[in-house]
């Protein structure tokens, strides 16, 4: 799979869909969505730090393609996430009378991801909906799998739709002129398809970990490839979140609380806190007697190597509260029967759902963890 | 099946759900939802009028069942319909912390039940919907089907959900405290399914249907069963509109434009609206040779001795422009690649889609419409 460009399938029955990895696929996006998507009417979403990089591009490749392009252009950040924004969006493109075969296309991060998709969605009850994720964590995570969403006052990605795209164009190209901390963040998400479910990839990061990092082509698409299949494959057999596919939040219930607690922002970015999270969900795992010392201290050592934050970050001279982290775990919305859904590990490669952890528990590992 | 409480099945493989059709079942409503929704945290979304008559006895039969119950009461009327309404109940639900077991009951009319299941199908990206409808255009429509959705100021309808509810719980026994006006509203609706499909049924309520109308309890109780029936079989056959289940917009093209004109509001209710369109759509079929003289003239026999409209009010001093109806259809989210679609009918019982119907015979009809 190394050194080629590469299509793979997400299997969902009459919501199939394929995601393209690759170099310089934005040349040829108008194409790709014609065939996916059919032709009519297109509003490209993106925010204005990307669409000074990639916006003309992708619009003319669209124009080429006998598409009528508009654009909706939203300011950069979490805080686009909102109701208004939907509204906004669903606004814009009713204002030009947009028909059942219209697309929307999220060119950009995870915030135009999921806000466009879950516009795409709402608007005449469904339009088409094409991803062009532009950061690491986009193109490895939140651009695969139909989770769209905005944020409310009491927390992330409350309200929302899972809402499909028809095509993915993941261009790994574009990565060259993401900001090395959003590079660092992205690739937390790609750690943790190896520490789930496949220790194998786990072992080909430590050796690859840093040509990833540090813009390897091949390792790049190599990484990116083999994060969507791993997602791909948990979002087939789960599309709607039932069983396996909790799996996918492996570190995400430490990492969610602690993004409650900086307030989804700059300080601590999503990835930073899945991060710290994977860590904190390992010390427990090894608390609790599930997991090997050794294992914890493996991924540690990797951690250590490429950079990944695994400590509460304390530089802005933000003082942590291991009661209030709790609480916020409480908000969380994979909540079932008032119980905190944790994902815990046996070993690296090796993650299972645990509902039956006791307060008292995660309150040790915080006292630990604030502490150090 | 006449005189006796039903419960159907509308087939939708993991997503199926049963409609329960019958007397006083209001008062056992906790127990059907329990059943079919599980227990948990429940609000029951309504407005001031229905909540005035039927929101306490509802209220009390959830908490008898076990329900931790909360109501959102909004206010009677379409301009509920909007962004608005649907960021307050999921913030007021939101503001609670809902689980993803938790149960949203509408209990209501078409806009009380539209919206909250579209805020339920985006709280939590999904949880339970229930329908308790109380109007007759509900029961034997919008309640059925899972299209739930809001007005924007480009229109009706033009953003929302494909949603299905868990149970639809029909109480033929609330229709007593209708006022007569939307009762017939309703009626239009029940005369559609005998319009499009059934011929044996558009038979029996020409015996019947002053029954249905003047309150006969086995009367009504058999139309509402069979228009469930009827809407579910449809349904069941193609859930997001590729194909047969246009035939249920049967008179809505011609209905939405005259809806559109006098502002969605009490000057012409939607039941009235889709009553004249069906009688155009009989016009339009006998005028392009599809439908004979005498099936058009035993719809209007029909629709006269009910008391169902058939021509454009003018009470209220308004004033028809053909033109400017047109224009409203080129409005209609049912478009495909530029082109209005129609639903015209061969005779009673056997309406088709039409997609290449001139705009200058559908103008000629109007300008007979508008000078009748």
Known sequence: ???????????????????????????????????????????????????????????????????????????????????????????????????????????????????????????????????????????????????TGINTRHGKNLAGAFYQPRLVIADTGVLDTLPRRELLAGYAEIVKYGLIRDSGFFHWLERNGGAVIDGDRDARRYAVQASCTAKAAVVSEDERENGVRALLNFGHTFGHALEAETGFGAELLHGEAVSIGMVMAFELSEMMAFCPRTDVERVRQHFAVTGLPMTLPTAQGRRWDPATLIEHMGHDKKIRDGQVTFILARGIGDAFIARDIKPETVRRLLDGAVAA
């Open 1 to 147: 799979m190394t050194g080629s460009n590469g299509r793979l399938r997400v299997d969902l029955g009459d919501r199939s869909y394929d995601i393209i990895v690759g170099d310089s696929l934005l040349a040829s996006a108008g194409e790709s969505i014609r065939t996916a998507a059919g032709n009519g009417r297109c509003w490209v979403v993106t925010d204005e730090t990307v669409a000074g990089l990639y916006l003309d591009q992708v619009a003319a490749s669209l124009s080429d393609s006998g598409f009528d392009v508009q654009s909706i252009i939203l300011p950069p950040g979490e805080s686009s996430k909102s109701f208004a924004t939907v509204e906004r969006i669903v606004n814009t493109v009713l204002d030009s009378g947009p028909e059942r075969n219209s697309t929307l296309v999220a060119l950009g991060g995870g915030v135009v991801g999921d806000v466009t998709g879950f516009a795409a969605s709402i608007i005449l009850r469904g339009v088409n909906f094409v991803q062009i994720p532009t950061t690491l964590l986009a193109q490895v995570d939140s651009s695969v799998g139909g989770k």
